[in-house]
């Protein structure tokens, strides 16, 4: 499968199962456990992305691309620390 095949496969996935989730968790909003619900469809929303520069990078790695694999691995190093610093901040 072709980088921007399997990138947009996962980003629609994800999105879609976030959604879902979210969706879940509003029509479920009146028992005590849609919080949670909630929380976790906005966490799979907030990392789809990080999921397809993940896969971008196993593409880019397979294709023998060096250039953007390099980009690609420093764009998660920054992805990284800036969650480490956003945590332990």
């Known amino acids: 499968m072709s980088l921007n095949a399997e990138t947009a496969r996962i980003l629609?996935?994800?999105?879609?199962?976030?959604?879902?989730?979210?969706?879940?968790?509003?029509?479920?909003?009146?028992?005590?456990?849609?919080?949670?619900?909630?929380?976790?469809?906005t966490v799979i929303l907030i990392f789809a992305p990080v999921l397809g520069i993940a896969v971008s990078t196993k593409c880019l790695i397979q294709e023998g691309d060096?250039?953007?694999?390099?980009?690609?691995?420093?764009?998660?190093?920054?992805?990284i620390i800036g969650a480490l610093l956003s945590y332990f901040a």
């Open 12 to 41: 629609k996935g994800t999105t879609t199962l976030g959604l879902v989730i979210m969706a879940i968790g509003l029509l479920t909003r009146s028992f005590d456990f849609s919080d949670t619900i909630l929380a976790v469809g």
């Open 66 to 79: 060096r250039y953007w694999t390099r980009i690609a691995f420093i764009l998660v190093a920054i992805i």
